[in-house]
């Protein structure tokens, strides 16, 4: 039962313009909702994460919308820029209490490609 | 951001053989300890949760006797994978949680291949 879903393997996107990655969830314990960067052959670095009690969080290029009604959650890098060519992972945390997110439980990965 | 490493990047065994993964925080102290395995094209499968000092906590479907972790210090979680078949090959990555942080940090992984 996957939990967390990316239904999208791959983006393609130009240099300068709007990358937008999204990520579906089933369960409606989760309260922490995060993207990772994985660059091949390196572990998952964090990006950005948001709460479930929020909607938007924004820092710098890179924006998380969450919509908790329709158990959505969106990545917007803009702009985008060949760097950020990478396989970007959503996770999602249930209870997680004081200084630690705990256990994830991670979508598939969408692979972005900006062009220059 | 702090750093969490892993040993050996890439590893080739035979069936039947052991294999041991090391994950190491490097600059600060892990709490709990984490292993994960990807599949091809796949999402990171958490396998288990350790605590420095305690046994670990494996998902369901583990095999914990097949899977065997070590949180024997604060800035070291080993995992070893015993008698290992083809099956069992796959991509195996640890990340570490210190009190200080909010965050996981991710190792590079590590390339099991069993022929």
């Known amino acids: 039962d996957q939990q967390v879903k990316q239904n999208s393997p791959s983006l393609s996107v130009q240099e300068g313009r709007i990358s937008i990655l999204n990520c579906d969830y089933t369960?409606?314990?989760?309260?922490?909702f995060l993207w990772y960067k994985k660059y091949p052959a390196e572990g998952p670095t964090f990006l950005i994460s948001i709460s479930s009690i929020k909607d938007k969080n924004e820092d710098g290029r890179f924006t998380v919308f969450l919509n908790k009604s329709a158990k959505h959650l969106s990545l917007h890098i803009v702009p985008s820029q060949p760097g950020d060519s990478a396989v970007y992972f959503c996770a999602a945390s249930e209870n997680a209490g004081g200084t630690s997110y705990g256990k994830l439980t991670f979508g598939q990965g969408t692979i972005l490609t900006v062009h220059p | 951001g702090a750093v969490v490493s892993q040993h050996p990047s890439r590893v080739i065994c035979k069936s039947g053989t052991s294999v041991k993964i090391e994950c190491r925080s490097l600059?600060?102290?892990?709490?709990?300890m984490f292993w994960y395995r990807q599949f091809p094209k796949q999402s990171l499968m958490l396998m288990a949760t350790?605590?420095?000092?305690?046994?670990?906590?494996?998902e369901q479907g583990v095999e914990k006797d097949k899977f065997l972790i070590n949180h024997a210090s604060l800035t070291l979680s080993t995992l070893t994978v015993t008698s290992a078949h083809p099956e069992d090959s796959s991509f195996y990555i640890c990340?570490?949680?210190?009190?200080?942080?909010?965050?996981?940090?991710f190792g590079p992984g590590t390339r099991l291949t069993v022929l």
């Open positions: 600059d600060f102290q892990a709490t709990t």
């Open positions: 369960n409606s314990m989760f309260d922490y």
């Open positions: 350790s605590n420095e000092g305690s046994k670990a906590t494996y």
């Open positions: 990340s570490a949680e210190g009190s200080s942080y909010n965050e996981q940090f």
